[in-house]
């Protein structure tokens, strides 16, 4: 597997072979000091080294190093690897932010690449050198993978899957959006303002009202749980978001790691994901999408699913911003 993904990333057989050679993640991984996971669409790092740690490893022109941290139950898990040509960074915190950067020196045949996961807010994927960078934003992991398959399979998989192997994440996307499908006509679409009412609740001056409102939000069908994660932060008060954390951790933990079938369910409801499934070429997909969208929404949508793409476009524009308002409005 590792050297299925040097080769996606790197233009040739030497360069592959380079990169794939990286003795302290390896022995990381495999020895389970660090496991990362993919939860509700966010790598997550668990670590059994408690302490700090520190290992280099320097031969020929490669260097190797890696470092765990640990400060107040917070670990956070950096590493550096180079050579030549090229260098890597990681950088994953057991609160879920990720930062990886991938660059050549001096090399025009290396692609740069960039991603990070904020605490809060979209992931984010730079392809490319400055100048003429491609950026690709979405509020998770499988959004952006479902949105954008081509750049995702090339350019972050491979990055990804230094740090498990076994992920396969190109193609538990696509089998994601075989479970989608499968969802469309089913009882999951999320209900939008209930939810919404429920937040507010979270709000309450009455506790009981609270934990009223906080009970019925765990016991809400999965999808549930996409809503809360894009909520807006800013526009709730220190309780709601407190509980909104916690909802979402709980709820979260609940599913475990991702599986295409657990993160159908949870997505199911989830507007933007059914906008994205609206581009795609196939007809019979996009009758599907436009089907659970007007279940979602409430009411018939402004894009006939039979037209051709380029006739979608404009129609496409008016949906989205349709979405982002009623998202806007939710928040």
């Known amino acids: 597997m590792l050297m299925a993904v040097a080769i996606s990333v790197c233009s040739t057989s030497a360069g592959a072979q380079e990169l794939r050679n990286m003795p302290n993640l390896n022995q990381a991984v495999r020895s389970g000091w660090l496991q990362f996971r993919v939860i509700t669409g966010r790598v997550t790092l668990d670590s059994s080294r408690v302490g700090n740690i520190q290992s280099a490893n320097n031969f020929g022109q490669q ?24 260098q890597l960074s990681i950088e994953v915190s057991n609160v879920s932010k990720v930062h990886i950067n991938y660059a050549g020196k001096d090399d025009p045949s ?48 491979p990055l990804l899957e230094l740090l498990h192997p076994n992920w396969k994440l190109s193609e538990t996307a696509a089998a994601l959006e ?46 549930v749980l996409s809503y809360l994660q894009q909520l807006d932060f800013s526009r709730l008060d220190a309780e709601q978001q407190f509980r909104v954390r916690r909802l979402i951790d ?18 199911a409801g989830d507007a933007s994901v059914w906008l994205i499934l609206l581009t795609r070429p196939e007809v019979a997909t996009r009758r599907q999408a436009a089907q659970q969208l007007t279940a979602i929404l409430g009411g018939s949508i402004p894009v006939d699913p039979q037209a051709d793409p380029s006739t979608q476009k404009s129609q496409l524009e008016q949906l989205r911003l349709r979405i982002e308002e009623i998202s806007a409005n939710n928040n």
């Open 250 to 267: 709980a709820l979260g933990q609940r599913l475990g790691e991702d599986t295409p079938e657990q993160v159908a369910s949870w997505l």
């Open 63 to 86: 260097q190797d190093q890696i470092s765990i941290q640990t400060d107040n139950g917070d670990t956070t898990f950096l590493y550096n690897w180079s050579n030549r040509k090229q």
């Open 178 to 223: 075989v479970e989608l499908l499968r969802k469309v006509g089913s009882n999951e679409a999320s209900d939008l303002k209930h939810w919404a009412a429920l937040v507010e609740q979270l709000g309450d001056e009455n506790f009981a009202r609270r934990q009223a409102a906080d009970r019925a939000i765990r016991a809400a069908n999965p999808a």
């Open 110 to 157: 290396t692609t740069p690449v960039d991603f990070s996961q904020p605490l809060q807010g979209k992931t984010l994927l730079k392809v490319g050198p400055e100048g003429s960078q491609q950026v690709y934003r979405a509020p998770n992991l499988w959004h952006l993978f479902l949105a954008y398959p081509a750049e995702t399979r090339q350019y972050l998989a």
